[in-house]
C-alpha cells in the first residue's frame, strides 16, 4: 500500500524525529537523496549544468544542499535566490564552498535557459496559496526551458493537501519526496504537474492512518474474491443489474458484461433491456419483474442508462443488500433513503454528477476532488467513489480515502462507467466491503483500460473484454 500523510502529520513527525537527531541531520538525509536522484536522471555529472530554483525555507535548503553535493562531483551549480538575505544560510555556505555560485532573480532567464537540470525548491510543505509573482516567473521560466526539472518535496504552487493548483506551478519531470508522499502527489490537478515520483526515506515514524491510500498488486491480490473447493454460484455471490431502457439499452449490455467478469457466481438482469443482455450474454439470469420480485441477490447494480426510472432505483434502495448506485440512479436517489441504509451503499458519480449532488459548479469539483468526496460521503453516510483521473473512494465515516494508482486517459470513453458499475457491484456481491469493491473496481478497471488502449483508443466493450488479463496480472505478479 502506498501512503500520503498531510501536512500537519508530516510536520509532527519531523517534529518528533528531529528531537533525537543532532541538528541538520534531516536536511542532509533528505540532500542527499535529492542529489542521487539527479545524479541519475543526469547520468553523469561532471560538466552539468544545474540551476537551483531557491525560495527562503527549508525546502530552498534542501536544493542549496543538494546543489553542494552535485557541485563537489564536478558540476556548474547556479543558485537563484528568490530573497537573497533569506536564504538558508548554512545551504548557501555548503553551496559556495562546493565552488557553487548564488544569484539573484534579475539574469535568471538565461541561466534557466541554458540548465541541463533544474532543481526546484522555491517552496515545499510550507507553501500557502499561490505562487507570489517573482515565484510564478520562474517556474514559468522553468516551464519553457529544455531542462529536466525536479522538484523537492513537491512541485512549487501545488497544494500539498488537496492536489489544488492556484495559478502558476512548477511542472516538474521527477518529483524527489521527502519522508512521505503527501495526498497532492497523488491526486489531480496537482499530480500531473508531479511527474514521476520518488520517495525518498529519512527516518519519519508516521502514524498507522494515512490520509490517503493507493493499493498496490500485492493489496488487490489479498481483497479478490478466490472461489474456494466447496463454492457454488450462490455462494460465489449473485449480483443484480437493474439498468438501461428502452433509449439507452447498451448501458445495461455493458454493466453485465462488467458485472459477469468481477468474480459474481451469476448476474441478475432485471429491467427494459433483457433482449439485448440476453443476446450478448446468455449466462445472464433475466427478469422484467422488477427489482423486488426478481429473486435473491448479495448486491445491486442500479442507474445506469436508466433513464427516469424512479421505482427501481427505490426498490433497489430499500433492499438490505449492498447497493451501487450510479449514473442516473444518483439523481433519481431519494437522500434520506441512501441515509436511511443499513448495509453498504456505494455511489459512483464523475465530477459532473458530483458537482449536481452537491450543488456546486462542476470546476469547483474538479479543483478540490478530495474534499467534495469526503463532502459527499458524510451528507448521504454513504461510501463515494469519485470518477476521474485519479479515482477517489471515500467513506463516510472518515478513515484513509483510497486513491486509484492505475487510471489511464483513454478510460474517458463512453459506456466505461456502466463497465466499472458491473464490476464494482459484483465484487461487492462477493462479499468486499463499500470501500475495497470500489477500490478494486477502479483498480481492476484501470488496469484493463491501459491492456485494452495499449497507446491507442478502446471501447468500453474492450475495457470489459480485459479485465481478465488485469485481473491475471495481479494475481500473478
Ligand atoms: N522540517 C524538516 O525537518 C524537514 C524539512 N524539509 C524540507 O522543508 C520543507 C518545509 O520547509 P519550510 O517549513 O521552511 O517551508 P517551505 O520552504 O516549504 O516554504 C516556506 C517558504 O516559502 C515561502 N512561501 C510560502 N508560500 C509561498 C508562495 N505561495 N509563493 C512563494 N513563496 C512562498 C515562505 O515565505 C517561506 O519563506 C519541506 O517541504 C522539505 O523540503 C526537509 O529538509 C526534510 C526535513
Ligand atoms: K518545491
Given at each position: 500500500m502506498r501512503t500520503a500523510y498531510n501536512v500537519e502529520t508530516v510536520r509532527a513527525a519531523e517534529r518528533e524525529l528531529m528531537a533525537r537527531l543532532p541538528e541538520g541531520a534531516l536536511m542532509q538525509r533528505a540532500a542527499a537523496g535529492l542529489a542521487a536522484a539527479c545524479a541519475d536522471l543526469l547520468g553523469r555529472v561532471y560538466g552539468r549544468r544545474v540551476v537551483l530554483l531557491v525560495g527562503s525555507g527549508d525546502n530552498g535548503g534542501d536544493a542549496l544542499y543538494a546543489g553542494a553535493r552535485l557541485a563537489r562531483r564536478g558540476a556548474g551549480v547556479a543558485a537563484v535566490l528568490l530573497a537573497p538575505e533569506r536564504a538558508h544560510p548554512a545551504g548557501l555556505a555548503a553551496l559556495r564552498r562546493a565552488g557553487g555560485r548564488a544569484v539573484g532573480v534579475e539574469g535568471a532567464e538565461r541561466l534557466i535557459e541554458q540548465a541541463d537540470l533544474l532543481l526546484d525548491g522555491i517552496v515545499g510543505i510550507g507553501g500557502k496559496g499561490g505562487l507570489r509573482p517573482d515565484a510564478a516567473r520562474l517556474a514559468e521560466a522553468a516551464e519553457r526551458s529544455r531542462a529536466a526539472v525536479v522538484a523537492v518535496d513537491l512541485p512549487s504552487g501545488v497544494d500539498a493537501d488537496t492536489g489544488e493548483v492556484r495559478g502558476a506551478a512548477v511542472r516538474a519531470d521527477l518529483t524527489v519526496t521527502l519522508g512521505t508522499h503527501k495526498p497532492g502527489l497523488l491526486i489531480d490537478p496537482a499530480r500531473e504537474y508531479a511527474g514521476s515520483v520518488r520517495l525518498v526515506d529519512i527516518g519519519l515514524s508516521l502514524p498507522p492512518q494515512a490520509e490517503l491510500e493507493a493499493l498496490q498488486h500485492a493489496d488487490v491480490r489479498r481483497l479478490l474474491p478466490v472461489p474456494g473447493g466447496e463454492s457454488d454460484k450462490y455462494r460465489r455471490g449473485v449480483v443484480g443489474i437493474a439498468a438501461g431502457s428502452a433509449r439507452y439499452p447498451g448501458a445495461a449490455v455493458l454493466a453485465v458484461y462488467g458485472a459477469l467478469r468481477g468474480g459474481a457466481g451469476a448476474v441478475r438482469y432485471v429491467g427494459p433491456a433483457a433482449d439485448a443482455v440476453i443476446a450478448r450474454f446468455p449466462e445472464t439470469l433475466v427478469s422484467d419483474r422488477g427489482p423486488k420480485h426478481a429473486g435473491r441477490v448479495q448486491a445491486w447494480v442500479v442507474g445506469p442508462g436508466a433513464g427516469d426510472d424512479a421505482s427501481a432505483v427505490g426498490e433497489v434502495l430499500a433492499s438490505e443488500v449492498p447497493v451501487l448506485v450510479d449514473a442516473d440512479g444518483l439523481r433519481l436517489a431519494d437522500r434520506d433513503a441512501v441515509r436511511a441504509r443499513t448495509a453498504p451503499t456505494l455511489m459512483t458519480p464523475h465530477a459532473g454528477e458530483a458537482a449536481a449532488l452537491l450543488g456546486v459548479p462542476r470546476e469547483e469539483v474538479e479543483g478540490a476532488r478530495l474534499a467534495s468526496a469526503r463532502e459527499l460521503a458524510g451528507r448521504y453516510g454513504a461510501t463515494v467513489l469519485l470518477k476521474g483521473s485519479t479515482t477517489l473512494v471515500a467513506d463516510a465515516g472518515g478513515g484513509a480515502v483510497r486513491v486509484n494508482p492505475?487510471?489511464?486517459?483513454?478510460?474517458?470513453?463512453?459506456?466505461s462507467g456502466d463497465v466499472l458499475s458491473g464490476l464494482a457491484g459484483s465484487l461487492l456481491a462477493s462479499g468486499l466491503s463499500a470501500l475495497d469493491a470500489g477500490s478494486v473496481g477502479a483498480y481492476l478497471h484501470g488496469l484493463a483500460g491501459r491492456f485494452a488502449a495499449d497507446g491507442a483508443p478502446v471501447g468500453a466493450h474492450d475495457v470489459a473484454e480485459a479485465v481478465p488479463a488485469a485481473w491475471r496480472d495481479v494475481t500473478d505478479a
Amino acid at each position: 500500500m502506498r501512503t500520503a500523510y498531510n501536512v500537519e502529520t508530516v510536520r509532527a513527525a519531523e517534529r518528533e524525529l528531529m528531537a533525537r537527531l543532532p541538528e541538520g541531520a534531516l536536511m542532509q538525509r533528505a540532500a542527499a537523496g535529492l542529489a542521487a536522484a539527479c545524479a541519475d536522471l543526469l547520468g553523469r555529472v561532471y560538466g552539468r549544468r544545474v540551476v537551483l530554483l531557491v525560495g527562503s525555507g527549508d525546502n530552498g535548503g534542501d536544493a542549496l544542499y543538494a546543489g553542494a553535493r552535485l557541485a563537489r562531483r564536478g558540476a556548474g551549480v547556479a543558485a537563484v535566490l528568490l530573497a537573497p538575505e533569506r536564504a538558508h544560510p548554512a545551504g548557501l555556505a555548503a553551496l559556495r564552498r562546493a565552488g557553487g555560485r548564488a544569484v539573484g532573480v534579475e539574469g535568471a532567464e538565461r541561466l534557466i535557459e541554458q540548465a541541463d537540470l533544474l532543481l526546484d525548491g522555491i517552496v515545499g510543505i510550507g507553501g500557502k496559496g499561490g505562487l507570489r509573482p517573482d515565484a510564478a516567473r520562474l517556474a514559468e521560466a522553468a516551464e519553457r526551458s529544455r531542462a529536466a526539472v525536479v522538484a523537492v518535496d513537491l512541485p512549487s504552487g501545488v497544494d500539498a493537501d488537496t492536489g489544488e493548483v492556484r495559478g502558476a506551478a512548477v511542472r516538474a519531470d521527477l518529483t524527489v519526496t521527502l519522508g512521505t508522499h503527501k495526498p497532492g502527489l497523488l491526486i489531480d490537478p496537482a499530480r500531473e504537474y508531479a511527474g514521476s515520483v520518488r520517495l525518498v526515506d529519512i527516518g519519519l515514524s508516521l502514524p498507522p492512518q494515512a490520509e490517503l491510500e493507493a493499493l498496490q498488486h500485492a493489496d488487490v491480490r489479498r481483497l479478490l474474491p478466490v472461489p474456494g473447493g466447496e463454492s457454488d454460484k450462490y455462494r460465489r455471490g449473485v449480483v443484480g443489474i437493474a439498468a438501461g431502457s428502452a433509449r439507452y439499452p447498451g448501458a445495461a449490455v455493458l454493466a453485465v458484461y462488467g458485472a459477469l467478469r468481477g468474480g459474481a457466481g451469476a448476474v441478475r438482469y432485471v429491467g427494459p433491456a433483457a433482449d439485448a443482455v440476453i443476446a450478448r450474454f446468455p449466462e445472464t439470469l433475466v427478469s422484467d419483474r422488477g427489482p423486488k420480485h426478481a429473486g435473491r441477490v448479495q448486491a445491486w447494480v442500479v442507474g445506469p442508462g436508466a433513464g427516469d426510472d424512479a421505482s427501481a432505483v427505490g426498490e433497489v434502495l430499500a433492499s438490505e443488500v449492498p447497493v451501487l448506485v450510479d449514473a442516473d440512479g444518483l439523481r433519481l436517489a431519494d437522500r434520506d433513503a441512501v441515509r436511511a441504509r443499513t448495509a453498504p451503499t456505494l455511489m459512483t458519480p464523475h465530477a459532473g454528477e458530483a458537482a449536481a449532488l452537491l450543488g456546486v459548479p462542476r470546476e469547483e469539483v474538479e479543483g478540490a476532488r478530495l474534499a467534495s468526496a469526503r463532502e459527499l460521503a458524510g451528507r448521504y453516510g454513504a461510501t463515494v467513489l469519485l470518477k476521474g483521473s485519479t479515482t477517489l473512494v471515500a467513506d463516510a465515516g472518515g478513515g484513509a480515502v483510497r486513491v486509484n494508482p492505475t487510471g489511464t486517459a483513454w478510460l474517458a470513453t463512453a459506456g466505461s462507467g456502466d463497465v466499472l458499475s458491473g464490476l464494482a457491484g459484483s465484487l461487492l456481491a462477493s462479499g468486499l466491503s463499500a470501500l475495497d469493491a470500489g477500490s478494486v473496481g477502479a483498480y481492476l478497471h484501470g488496469l484493463a483500460g491501459r491492456f485494452a488502449a495499449d497507446g491507442a483508443p478502446v471501447g468500453a466493450h474492450d475495457v470489459a473484454e480485459a479485465v481478465p488479463a488485469a485481473w491475471r496480472d495481479v494475481t500473478d505478479a
